[in-house]
């Protein structure tokens, strides 16, 4: 619970233990074909969203490779019909064919919307199939596929339910002008009846440590030339995390940052270039990617690229620039820290991972780290055998697929 | 507590007693005006949990302004990329510095400069702002690798169908060379010329026109900061200049463009031009938008995507444009169902038009509005939001709560009156982009 004395609105946030890295490589999707069928009606109540909107509310969901989070934020006055609307799908769900059958097509469209009609958008495909050969980080959540989708059959729908859907794999946090005893009492009357059921024991296939460089080289129709090299990273909850999050920051957060003042400032190599990592649960990867001036060839991208890795990896970097990206985090957070949504998606999280609260001490664990630490984990991280480099090219062969 | 008790008695299939939104009292937090020693005008809301603080300053040097396309929003852009005493980089680094963003953006009227920082580092960012404002140097090589990335930007935008639907839609409702209709191509960053940015920024930062926007937890001596810093610069405060681009809507309803003949969705974008925010209709109008297409249970999003599973969204909205607007239904749907999810489209008005909306939907979208907008006002940059487009929009500050009353008071006969004069197909550009 979260309480905030100067809103009228109130959050209730429920946060899955299951994401795409759960899935079975036979049928991918699945997470987030599931996320959308959680709005196509629960066992007593044929519609979610119109008893919510008819309160005044607004919902939405996520699933990432790791997670799945549903949240509604509704006047502080109604807030019991979220959990009236919650807790009869996490009792069960109407399990209709008409609704599996719809949200087939409309998640096709969506993989269609982002990963098929739009340039570059199969890249992450790719590097997923490349960096892992064994964790299910291998697809992403929207399916390696769309047959994957397209095969979805009810049963699998309810055997999913069954597995993932109850009170032992779930965080709820209640966020508003509310009292303690209050949500105590909504939560028994709503969630108590329910049967706790089976806690999922995650036994994901890990990533064995990478011995040797992998490459690969695509042509496609895109205009532009573009590079992506990835890195596999230790997981978000090691104590190392916060050091290459701040490592990412000095080298792609921001007009500032060495990457991008660099090479597209000073060497005028790329005409756009990032540095990010999606903060996984399990080891995942930090990524440079950027798209190239025309007439730069890839190899002298990527010659430039290390060149920007080697004074990380052979020079501490000055307490001034440690400074400066620790005061980004800083600022950041505190941004983010504004709406009472997206302080009950922190706490949820924090709670899944181990401790909620993380969502108090993560600031002071980024002021810890030091410019050794910094220097340190750039030599662990980039070393060449432990990367994946993706050079995904401009055909002048058109209107060819693949 | 007697939980078995609860769970013998508890029916699931009867929803828990709410309050309707529509009987909550809703009010807009006023704002602080102050007004610096040149006359600039700044309003203020101050509020919120945190010491951090959000300032926009707003110049009337948006693309109406500019006599060669594409110089506003280059003008806009280099601002923070050098001045005679720092470089890009330098400037960067001292944002980043104090963990502060410095974002700039440039719209059609308007053009901003915009800051958010923690309260403790203000006074180190503010003087360089200013800097920025009065002595922006545009450094040829800064230009060069714009127009060089730019034009590279542009052309992996122009692979996606959505991106050219939208250009070709706003060239078709107001003409190309209207501001609301005009685009940039490859030959409009080649043509951009250093000294007419130059001109432009003399004439529409340094000595332009502004108003300034700041909200969050306002240190005591904000307007002293303010005041020392933009109080004796030779900006002046807003007044209205008569500028006038006249619209030229195409002659041509419907068109069909390939633009990659790989692609397998279709852009689709059905508009019409549309009563702005200072028309009697426009609540009314807005409300009918959101029974339309305005929200996740709409009679669209129902229909095209929760029935028929043609798309993954399909909405409709109003431009926020300051003079004319156009109201635009738009979505990306698979090339096979293109043609059936338009047919969708226009059936929809129709019924909007033929049968009054039941009193259930009516009450459920008035609630989702006022909920909305009671979510919405939670938090000084929400706040400071809706009262900057009131003021940019010269309204009145009765607006607000008159929009309030109009929602609360619709009848399903006002619904049905603003789509039989509103949604007539006739009235509608048709694009299809593959």
Redesign the interface.
């Known amino acids: 619970m979260h309480k905030d004395t100067s809103t009228p609105m109130a959050v209730l946030n429920i946060m899955y233990d299951v994401g795409a890295r759960d899935e079975d490589p036979n049928q991918t999707g699945f997470a987030h074909l599931f996320e959308h069928l959680m709005f196509g009606g629960s066992v007593n109540i044929p519609d979610y969203d119109e008893p919510l909107q008819l309160a005044g509310g607004e919902n939405n969901a996520y699933t990432t490779n790791d997670l799945t989070n549903y949240y509604c934020q509704l006047p502080t006055e109604n807030l019991e019909t979220a959990f009236w609307l919650e807790s009869d799908r996490m009792l069960s769900l109407a399990f209709s064919e008409k609704s599996l059958d719809v949200q087939r097509k409309v998640v096709t469209e969506e993989f269609k919307e982002h990963y098929l009609n739009k340039p570059y958008g199969d890249v992450w495909h790719i590097l997923r199939e490349l960096a892992y050969t064994t964790h299910p980080y291998r697809w992403m959540t929207i399916g390696k596929n769309l047959a994957h989708i397209e095969n979805a059959q009810l049963q699998d729908v309810k055997n999913f339910f069954a597995k993932h859907y109850n009170p032992s794999n779930a965080i709820m946090v209640v966020a508003g002008n509310v009292e303690t005893d209050y949500i105590k009492e909504l939560t028994e009357k709503w969630f108590g009846p329910i049967p706790a059921g089976e806690k999922y024991m995650r036994n994901v296939p890990q990533e064995p440590a990478q011995t040797e460089a992998r490459r690969k080289t695509v042509k496609a129709e895109v205009p532009l030339d573009a590079f992506y090299k990835c890195w596999h990273m230790p997981a978000r909850i090691d104590k190392a995390y916060y050091a290459i999050d701040l490592i990412v920051d000095i080298l792609g957060g921001g007009a500032s940052s060495r990457l991008y003042q660099t090479l597209v400032k000073e060497q005028q190599l790329f005409s756009n270039i990032d540095c990010y990592h999606y903060g996984s649960l399990d080891r995942g990867l930090l990524t440079i990617e950027g798209k190239l001036v025309k007439g730069i060839t890839p190899e002298a991208a990527e010659a430039a690229v290390e060149k920007v890795l080697d004074g990380l990896r052979n020079t501490k970097v000055e307490e001034k620039e440690l400074q400066k990206v620790k005061n980004k985090t800083e600022s950041l957070m505190a941004f983010e820290d504004m709406g009472i949504m997206n302080r009950a998606n922190s706490l949820a999280f924090y709670a899944l991972i181990g401790d909620p609260t993380m969502m108090n001490s993560e600031l002071q664990k980024y002021q810890e780290v030091t410019v050794d630490e910094v220097l340190q984990e750039c030599k662990n991280l980039f070393e060449e055998h432990n990367s994946t480099t993706l050079y995904y090219l401009a055909t002048q062969q058109q209107h060819e697929h693949n | ?1 007697n ?1 078995i008790n ?2 013998n008695t ?1 029916d ?2 009867k ?7 529509i009987e ?1 009292d809703l009010h807009l937090k006023p704002y602080q005006k102050m007004v610096l020693d040149n006359g600039v005008e700044v309003y203020t809301i101050d ?6 603080l959000q300032l926009e300053w707003v110049f009337f040097s948006g693309n109406w302004y500019e006599e060669q396309n594409g110089i506003a929003a280059a003008t806009n852009h280099l601002l923070k990329n050098g001045t005679s005493t720092k470089s ?2 330098e400037i ?2 001292h ?7 410095l974002n700039r953006s440039c719209y059609n009227e308007t053009a901003t400069i915009s800051l ?3 309260n403790k580092h203000l006074s180190e960012l503010l003087p360089v702002v200013a800097e920025i404002i009065m002595d922006a140097s545009f450094p040829t090589q800064e230009l060069e ?1 714009y127009q ?2 730019m034009k ?2 542009l ?2 935008n ?4 959505d991106f050219v639907a939208n250009r070709l839609i706003d060239e078709y409702l107001y003409g190309i060379k209207h501001p609301y209709g005009k685009y940039a191509t490859a030959e409009t960053y080649n043509a951009l010329d250093i000294n007419a940015i130059k001109q432009f920024h003399h004439q529409y930062y340094a000595q332009g026109r502004c108003i300034m926007f700041v909200a969050g937890k306002l240190p005591t001596d904000i307007f002293q900061q303010l005041n020392d810093n933009f109080g004796k610069l030779p900006i002046h405060p807003r007044t209205s200049v008569a500028i006038e681009h006249p619209v030229l809507q195409a002659t041509q309803k419907k068109y069909h463009i390939v633009n990659d ?5 279709a852009a689709i974008r059905i508009a019409r031009p549309s009563i702005n925010r200072l028309h009697p209709d426009f609540t009314k109008a807005q409300v009918l938008n959101t029974i339309y297409g305005g ?3 709409s009679r669209l999003m129902s229909n095209i ?8 969204g399909i909405h409709s909205f109003f431009q926020n444009h300051l003079s004319a607007s156009a109201w635009i239904v738009s979505t ?3 090339i096979d169902v293109a043609e059936a999810t338009i047919k969708e489209v226009y059936h929809e008005m129709q019924v909007l038009r033929e049968e009054p909306v039941d009193a259930d939907e009516l ?3 008035k ?2 509005l ?3 907008v ?2 919405d ?3 000084p ?1 929400q706040i400071i939001g809706r009262w900057k487009n009131i003021i940019l929009n010269d309204l009145t500050g009765s607006y607000f709560d008159a929009s309030i009353q109009t929602i609360k008071d619709i009848t399903a006969t006002d619904i049905q009156e603003m789509a039989e004069k509103y949604l007539n197909p006739d009235d509608f550009y048709e694009l299809v982009v593959i």
């Open positions: 507590m939980i609860t769970v508890l699931r299939t929803a828990p007693h709410i309050k309707d939104a909550f509020a919120g949990p945190e010491d951090l890009a980089f960067n680094d944002f980043d510095y104090y963990g502060a963003y958010h920082t923690l690798i060089q990335n590279q930007r052309e992996v122009l692979l996606k169908c003949p790989s692609g397998v969705q929200f996740f249970g995507r929760e029935d028929k599973g043609y798309t993954y990306e749907a698979g009450l459920l979208v609630n989702y006022i909920g909305s009671l979510g006002l939670d938090g940059f």
